[in-house]
């Protein structure tokens, strides 16, 4: 199985930036850890970050033709603007998981749409970067029984 990661503009300042919201553990860190746990689980895992709306879109579409399985996203703030990221996620039609390390739902009212949510499997929010494995076995456990049904 074939996994790749997304994570949204200002992700890649994880442990610099807002530490009481998203932790003190840098972006490279979480890779570390995503990488771990999907050997662990023999999932080959890919990752990409941009802070540029449009780059996050051609790399769910490069997605379908590279044959990926599943994506797990956290966009950061085009969580809460992106359309073009929600038709990018349906366009391509492969299984995605939106992640968010803060609980979303008890900040700002801006940050209370997920455009994205719409095409997604699967949500969670605030267990901080443990979101990301949560995701992660959500996903792996849904391609098991699409396999084996
Ligand atoms: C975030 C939440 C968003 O509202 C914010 O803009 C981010 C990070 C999270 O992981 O909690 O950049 O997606």
């Known amino acids: 199985m074939k996994f790749l990661i ?3 503009p200002n992700l890649n300042m994880l442990g610099i930036r807002e530490p009481d919201k998203y932790g003190k553990e840098s972006y490279e860190a979480l890779l570390d850890k995503i990488s771990a746990h999907c050997e662990n689980d023999s999932i080959e895992v890919e990752f990409y970050q941009s802070n540029h709306e449009g780059a996050l879109v051609d790399r769910i579409q490069q997605a379908y033709f590279e044959g990926m399985d599943a994506i797990v996203i956290n966009p950061g703030a085009y969580t809460h603007t992106s359309i073009a990221l929600l038709d990018a996620v349906k366009a391509v039609g ?8 803060s609980k979303v739902e008890e900040r700002e009212d801006f940050r209370q749409v997920s455009y994205i949510r719409a095409a997604c499997c699967f949500t969670v929010t605030g267990h901080g970067t443990d ?5 992660i076995d959500f996903l792996k456990e849904k391609l098991k029984d699409k396999n084996e049904g």
């Open 94 to 101: 492969i299984p995605t998981a939106e992640v968010h390390i």
């Open 131 to 135: 979101g990301y494995l949560e995701a």
């Open 6 to 8: 997304i994570n949204g």
